[in-house]
């Protein structure tokens, strides 16, 4: 069977159209998955971003009192503002010590018997 080189050339042609035309609908039907692609690489940088942030954020939340800090430290002041009221009490008594030997120093002009 001998073929005719104007029959080969046009199935050739034919053969390449055909490959053309698939090469474009591949690539038609996958441009979406490239734009897909480049979006969850991109989402991908977000998220390692905001996942350093929210180490950071929660490294000064570890250090940070808890309630029970707070407790202890109320009670702390607490037990403070006792012994400044003991203090005060202490002073209010040296105050009134100190007044009397002025007013004994004054009443007898600082003679000495």
């Known amino acids: 069977m001998i073929y ?11 053969v390449a159209v055909l490959i053309s035309f698939g ?4 690539t038609w039907l996958t441009r979406g ?6 979006a969850i690489a991109e989402l991908k940088a977000d998220l ?22 707070l407790h202890r430290l109320d009670k702390q002041i607490e037990g403070m503002n006792e012994r ?11 105050q009134r010590a100190t007044e009397r030997i002025s007013d004994y ?3 007898s002009g600082g003679k000495s018997s």
């Open 33 to 38: 998955a490239r734009k897909n692609t480049q």
């Open 105 to 107: 120093l004054l009443s």
């Open 84 to 94: 400044f009221k003991g203090f005060e009490n202490t002073l209010k008594a040296v």
């Open 48 to 69: 390692e971003h905001q996942e350093g942030r929210i180490d950071k954020i929660e490294t000064k939340l570890d250090a940070l009192p808890d309630r029970e800090d």
């Open 23 to 26: 090469t474009m609908i591949y």
């Open 4 to 14: 005719d080189w104007k029959t080969l050339d046009a199935a050739l042609g034919v």
